[in-house]
């Protein structure tokens, strides 16, 4: 069994009204469940605008139409039955 990260999750700066992206890449055996949390709350998603999408390698969470909201720490938790590990990454939205 193992569960590890195959790169950190990403540190971004984005200007207000563009797109983020965050990449979660992780393998694991069994294949681990990735879930995220925004300063540790789980992440809600929004129709078109906030969007988590599981991937080859684990998880992409995309935010469009950046708000200064959005600033925050983002956690990738990959979880698979035997171990639970996570992940964070600062996205950091600034005025243009």
């Avoid at 990403?10 to 469940?33: D, E, F, W």
């Avoid at 469009?64 to 039955?81: K, R």
Wanted: aromatic letters at 8%; glycine letters at 8%.
């Amino acid at each position: 069994y193992f569960l590890t990260f195959l790169e950190p999750v990403n540190n971004i700066t984005v200007v207000q009204g563009q797109t983020a992206i965050l990449h979660c890449k992780v393998a694991g055996n069994p294949s681990p469940n990735v879930r995220w949390l925004k300063n540790d709350a789980p992440v809600v998603q929004e129709p078109r605008r906030i969007i988590v999408r599981k991937t080859d390698y684990g998880s992409r969470l995309r935010i469009q139409d950046l708000d200064t909201t959005d600033t925050g720490y983002y956690q990738c938790v990959a979880s698979n039955g035997m171990k639970t590990i996570t992940a964070t990454g600062v996205l950091f939205v600034r005025l243009g």
